[in-house]
C-alpha cells in the first residue's frame, strides 16, 4: 500500500507551509504562502469605487490578475484567474460594499508543483489580512492519482508530471462555533467538507474521485489549522495595554 | 415599486414578465419549488439537442450542433507538420474556443470574450486527457511529419452550458474528420494529394492510404449542472446562469470515467451526495448523447 | 481540531476569530438585545465572523471584532483625515482612505451660509468627522461637532501628514493615552490630529521634531508599552547627542 515519493513523504503528507502577511508595504493587503519549494505571493487592492462593464454594480466585484513566474499570459493562466475569481467571490461578502472593486494579484514567485492550490491559500490570507468581508475562509488542496489508484497529497511538479490524474479541491476552513454540535450538518456531512471547487485533470473512476474528495477533506483539516495558527500570530497584539 | 422582501405579496397582482425581471431569483424559486421550470422542462432534463455533420464543405471534418438555442459550429482543418523532438511519432491538436459578438450581447466588439480563453483551455484539457484520441494515428513518418489538427469552435448562439456544446461539437467534428490523402514527393516531402487526381497519374503511393478515419476511444460527453439550495438544474439556459451561479460541470466518457469535475466556486457548496446526483445525470445524459451522435454519422453513411 | 464544545458565548470574548467563525448562539440567549459592531453579522440565530481579528465586547450588550487594516470603512461619528480631491457646487469631494470618496457639503461648517463658503484647494488636509455612512452610498461628512459648533474641526495648515493602518490609529487615540505619545509628550511640545482613517497629523516648530515623533509612532505598531517608552527614550537620545 505505502508508495515511494521521491522526498521520502508519505502519501498523505504535505510539504512545510508557511504563511506570512503584510509583507507588501504599499498593498492594502498581502500575503505569501509556500508549500515546499512552491511559492506565491497575492496583494490585494481595494476596495475602489465603480466596478467594470458586465459586472453586477448591485454587488462587490472581485478582479484576479495572474502574473506568472516569466514570460506572458496565456490560457492557462486566464484559466487560473477565472477559478481564483470565482472561487473567492463565493467565499466573500459582496453585498457590504456594493459597486466596488477588489482586485487580487497573484505572483508566482515559484513553481513546484500544487500552484493553483498554493495560489488560492494565499489570496485568501491576503483577502484576510485586507479586511475584506468573507463568509468563511477556504483552504485548497491538491489530490493526485498514482497508476496503481493510489492517492497522494500535495504533489511536486515532478510528482505531477507521472501521474494518472489529479484533482483541486478547495474546501472552508473548519470553524470554530458556539453552537451545540450537529447543528452545522448540511445533509449529513459538515460544512468544512462541502466543495467550493473542485478541478480535475486525467481519467479516474468515479470512486477514484470520492476517494480524493474523502483525503482532500482530511488534509483540508489541517490546512485550516495552520490558515488560524499563522492569523493569529501575526494580528498586531495590541499588548501596550497589559 | 416594492422592495425585494415585499416581492411574495406582488406576485399576485404583477404581470409574469414584470416579476421575472424584477425578482428573477424569486421567479426561478417559485418554479422550482414545484419542480419545473419556465421553459417546461423537468429540472433534470436536458433540452433538445440537434447534431449536423458536416456542416463545412471545405474542412477535413465538421458539425454544427444545438443544444436548446446554444449553438456551435466545430470545424477541423488538417496540416502536415515536423513533429517535434520530444514526440517524434506524434500528431498534434490544437483547439480554440471563438467567441464572436454575435453569440451574446455581453460580448462587444472589439473586446474578446472572458470565457473564450477558459472554455479554450478546459475544451484543450477534456480532449486530449480523454485520451479520446490516439496522437501516434496522426503520425504520418516518423520523425518527419505528422498531421497537426486545428480545430476551431466557433460559437454561434451563447445561451448557457456552452462548454457541453462546445465539446459536443468538437467530438462529432473528430468522427466526421476525413484525413486527405497525401503521398511523398522526389524532395521526400509530403504534399496533399487532391481527391479529384487521376489515379493513373501518381507515381507515388500515398502514405496513409488506409488510414482514413481515426479510431475515437471512449468518447467524452458533459452535462453542466445549477446547484441552487437543494435543487439541482440540469443543463442552464444563459438566464438560470446569470441568475443561479454555481455550475458544476461534468465530464464522462463512453465508459464512465470521470474526464473532469469542474466546480469554480459558486455560494452553494457540493456535498458528497450532489456530487453523486450530478453524476448519476451525466451518465445519463451521456447515453442520450452517445446516441444522437450514433444516429448523426449512421445517418451520414447511409448518404 | 482543538474545536472545544463551548457554550457561553463569553468564550470566545478577547480571543482571535477568523472570518466563519460562530461567535453567539442567540437562541441560547434569553431576551437579550445585543449591539454588534464591525466584523459581525447575523444569520438567523447565529452570530458569525467576518474578518479576522479580535473579539471584543464592552458591558451591557455590545459586541465588535478588532482589526486593523490599510483601507478605511466609514462609520458613523469617526474622526478621520481627508484630503479634499476637487471642489463641486454643493460639496467638496474628500478622500477619507475608503472604497468612495466622501461628500462635504459646502454648508457644513460653523455658520456656514452660502455667502462664506470656504474655500479649500485640492489636496487640503481636513480633520473631519463622518455624519452619514450608509451602503451605496458616498459617506457624508462635516466640519462641525454634534452641535453645529466647528470645535476643532476644519483644514490642518503646515506639519505633516503620514499614513498608517487603522489599528494603530486606534491605538493612539485610546485612554489612557498611549505609551508613545506620553513618552514623547514628555520631552517634545508638538500638535497632533489623529484620524480613525489611518492618517496620523503632526506639527511642531522645528522639523526634527516632526520628524522624530513621525518615525517614533510608525515603530510603534509593533511594539509593547514598555518597548514604545524605550524606543522614544532610544531615539531622544540620539538627537541630544
Same mark, same amino acid.
Given at each position: 500500500m505505502e508508495i515511494d515519493r521521491d522526498d521520502g513523504r508519505t502519501p498523505n503528507q504535505l510539504r512545510p507551509l508557511a504563511c506570512s502577511r503584510n509583507i507588501l508595504h504599499r498593498a492594502h493587503g498581502s500575503a505569501s504562502w509556500s508549500q515546499g519549494d512552491t511559492k506565491v505571493l497575492a496583494a490585494v487592492y481595494g476596495p475602489k469605487a465603480g466596478t467594470k462593464k458586465n459586472e453586477n454594480? %448591485?454587488? =462587490?466585484?472581485? %478582479?484576479? #490578475?495572474?502574473?506568472?513566474?516569466?514570460?506572458?499570459?496565456?490560457?492557462?493562466?486566464?484559466?487560473? @484567474?477565472?477559478?481564483?475569481? &470565482?472561487?473567492?467571490?463565493?467565499?466573500? #461578502?459582496?453585498?457590504?460594499?456594493?459597486?466596488?472593486?477588489?482586485?487580487?494579484? #497573484?505572483? /508566482?514567485?515559484?513553481?513546484?508543483?500544487?500552484? *493553483?492550490?498554493?495560489?488560492?491559500?494565499?489570496?485568501?490570507?491576503?483577502?484576510?489580512? =485586507?479586511?475584506?468581508?468573507?463568509?468563511?475562509? =477556504?483552504?485548497?488542496?491538491?489530490?493526485?492519482?498514482?497508476? +496503481?489508484?493510489?492517492?497522494?497529497?500535495?504533489?511536486?511538479?515532478? %510528482? @505531477?508530471q507521472k501521474m494518472k490524474g489529479f484533482a483541486y479541491l478547495v474546501f472552508p476552513n473548519s470553524i470554530h462555533s458556539v453552537l451545540p454540535e450537529g447543528s452545522l450538518l448540511v445533509e449529513g456531512e459538515a460544512v468544512e467538507h462541502g466543495i467550493i471547487t473542485s478541478v480535475t485533470h486525467g481519467?479516474?473512476?468515479?470512486?477514484?474521485?470520492?476517494?480524493?474528495?474523502?483525503?482532500? &477533506?482530511?488534509?483540508?483539516?489541517?490546512?485550516s489549522d495552520f490558515l488560524r495558527k499563522s492569523i493569529k500570530l501575526q494580528l498586531p497584539t495590541d499588548s501596550f495595554k497589559s | 415599486m416594492g422592495l425585494p422582501n415585499v416581492s411574495g405579496d406582488l406576485s399576485a397582482e404583477m404581470e409574469v414578465d414584470a416579476f421575472r425581471r424584477l425578482f428573477p431569483l424569486r421567479f426561478y424559486e417559485r418554479h422550482l419549488a414545484d419542480s419545473i421550470r419556465p421553459d417546461a422542462r423537468p429540472l433534470g432534463r436536458a433540452r433538445d439537442t440537434t447534431m449536423a455533420l458536416g456542416a463545412v464543405a471545405s474542412a477535413d471534418g465538421s458539425a454544427l450542433t444545438k443544444i436548446g438555442s446554444t449553438t456551435m459550429l466545430a470545424a477541423i482543418k488538417m496540416e502536415v507538420m515536423t513533429p517535434s523532438t520530444d514526440s517524434p511519432d506524434e500528431g498534434c491538436i490544437a483547439i480554440d474556443f471563438h467567441m464572436p459578438p454575435i453569440c451574446s450581447p455581453i460580448v462587444r466588439p472589439g473586446r474578446p470574450a472572458e470565457a473564450a480563453p477558459v472554455v479554450s483551455?478546459?475544451?484543450?484539457?477534456?480532449?486530449?486527457s480523454s485520451g479520446m484520441?490516439?496522437?501516434?494515428?496522426?503520425?504520418?513518418?516518423?520523425?518527419?511529419?505528422?498531421?497537426?489538427?486545428?480545430?476551431?469552435i466557433y460559437c454561434l448562439d451563447a445561451d448557457g452550458a456552452l462548454f457541453d456544446?462546445?465539446?459536443?461539437?468538437?467530438?462529432?467534428?473528430?468522427?466526421?474528420?476525413?484525413?486527405?490523402? $497525401?503521398s511523398l514527393n522526389?524532395?521526400?516531402?509530403?504534399?496533399?494529394?487532391?481527391? %479529384?487526381?487521376?489515379? +493513373?497519374? *501518381?507515381?507515388?503511393?500515398?502514405?496513409?492510404?488506409?488510414? &482514413?478515419? *481515426?479510431?475515437? &476511444?471512449?468518447?467524452?460527453?458533459?452535462?453542466?449542472?445549477?446547484?441552487?439550495?437543494?435543487?439541482?438544474?440540469?443543463?442552464?439556459?444563459?438566464? @438560470?446562469?446569470?441568475?443561479? @451561479?454555481?455550475?458544476?460541470?461534468?465530464?464522462?466518457?463512453?465508459?464512465?470515467?470521470?474526464?473532469?469535475?469542474?466546480?469554480?466556486?459558486?455560494? /452553494?457548496?457540493?456535498?458528497?451526495?450532489? $456530487?453523486?446526483?450530478?453524476?448519476?445525470?451525466?451518465?445519463?445524459?451521456?447515453?442520450?448523447?452517445?446516441?444522437?451522435?450514433?444516429?448523426?454519422?449512421?445517418?451520414?453513411?447511409?448518404? | 481540531m482543538e474545536d472545544k464544545p463551548s457554550t457561553s458565548p463569553m468564550s470566545f470574548v478577547d480571543q482571535i476569530v477568523v472570518p466563519g467563525d460562530v461567535v453567539i448562539d442567540l437562541s441560547t440567549m434569553t431576551n437579550q438585545t445585543i449591539k454588534l459592531g464591525g466584523g459581525l453579522r447575523q444569520e438567523s440565530d447565529a452570530i458569525s465572523v467576518m474578518k479576522a481579528g479580535k473579539l471584543r465586547f464592552s458591558k451591557p450588550n455590545k459586541y465588535w471584532v478588532e482589526s486593523s487594516q490599510k483601507r478605511y470603512l466609514p462609520c458613523v461619528e469617526d474622526t478621520v483625515l481627508g484630503?479634499?480631491?476637487?471642489?463641486?457646487?454643493?460639496?467638496?469631494l474628500v478622500d477619507i482612505k475608503g472604497p468612495a470618496l466622501a461628500f462635504l457639503p459646502v454648508l457644513a461648517f460653523e455658520g456656514g451660509t452660502r455667502r462664506n463658503i470656504p474655500k479649500f484647494e485640492g489636496g487640503t488636509l481636513l480633520y473631519v468627522r463622518v455624519v452619514k455612512a450608509n451602503p451605496g452610498m458616498n459617506p457624508e461628512l462635516s466640519c462641525t461637532d454634534a452641535s453645529g459648533k466647528a470645535a476643532e474641526f476644519g483644514a490642518l495648515k503646515d506639519g505633516y501628514m503620514f499614513e498608517c493602518s487603522t489599528g494603530l490609529s486606534r491605538m493612539l487615540l485610546s485612554s489612557p493615552t498611549c505609551p508613545v505619545l506620553e513618552a514623547l509628550g514628555n520631552k517634545l511640545s508638538f500638535e497632533i490630529a489623529v484620524g480613525l482613517n489611518g492618517r496620523v497629523w503632526v506639527n511642531a516648530t522645528s522639523p526634527s521634531t516632526v520628524i522624530i515623533v513621525a518615525n517614533a509612532i510608525m515603530n510603534s505598531e509593533t511594539l509593547s508599552g514598555v518597548q514604545q517608552k524605550i524606543m522614544v527614550e532610544k531615539l531622544l537620545q540620539k538627537i541630544q547627542t
Open positions: 454594480p %448591485e454587488k =462587490a466585484c472581485i %478582479e484576479v #490578475i495572474w502574473k506568472p513566474k516569466t514570460g506572458q499570459i496565456g490560457k492557462l493562466e486566464k484559466e487560473y @484567474e477565472m477559478i481564483l475569481k &470565482r472561487t473567492l467571490q463565493s467565499i466573500s #461578502i459582496l453585498t457590504i460594499n456594493r459597486n466596488t472593486t477588489t482586485s487580487v494579484i #497573484i505572483q /508566482v514567485v515559484h513553481d513546484d508543483g500544487s500552484l *493553483l492550490t498554493c495560489a488560492i491559500n494565499a489570496a485568501c490570507a491576503a483577502l484576510v489580512d =485586507a479586511g475584506i468581508p468573507m463568509k468563511h475562509l =477556504a483552504v485548497a488542496i491538491c489530490c493526485c492519482l498514482t497508476e +496503481g489508484g493510489y492517492v497522494i497529497l500535495d504533489p511536486t511538479k515532478l %510528482e @505531477e481519467l479516474m473512476s468515479v470512486e477514484e474521485y470520492l476517494n480524493c474528495l474523502e483525503r482532500g &477533506r482530511a488534509a483540508s483539516a489541517k490546512l | 483551455k478546459q475544451l484543450s484539457d477534456t480532449i486530449l484520441i490516439d496522437l501516434k494515428e496522426l503520425s504520418l513518418v516518423s520523425g518527419k511529419a505528422a498531421w497537426m489538427a486545428y480545430l476551431d456544446c462546445a465539446l459536443l461539437s468538437a467530438v462529432a467534428a473528430f468522427s466526421n474528420l476525413q484525413i486527405p490523402v $497525401v522526389d524532395d521526400g516531402k509530403i504534399v496533399v494529394v487532391s481527391e %479529384e487526381g487521376e489515379e +493513373g497519374k *501518381l507515381e507515388k503511393e500515398p502514405v496513409n492510404k488506409e488510414k &482514413r478515419k *481515426l479510431t475515437l &476511444r471512449s468518447l467524452p460527453f458533459s452535462l453542466t449542472c445549477i446547484l441552487h439550495k437543494n435543487y439541482i438544474l440540469a443543463d442552464p439556459t444563459a438566464e @438560470e446562469e446569470s441568475i443561479m @451561479e454555481t455550475l458544476v460541470t461534468v465530464v464522462l466518457d463512453s465508459s464512465s470515467r470521470l474526464v473532469s469535475f469542474y466546480k469554480p466556486g459558486g455560494p /452553494v457548496l457540493a456535498y458528497t451526495s450532489a $456530487v453523486q446526483d450530478c453524476v448519476a445525470l451525466t451518465r445519463q445524459r451521456v447515453k442520450e448523447l452517445q446516441k444522437i451522435l450514433d444516429e448523426a454519422v449512421s445517418g451520414m453513411e447511409i448518404d | 484630503i479634499v480631491v476637487d471642489s463641486k457646487a454643493e460639496n467638496f
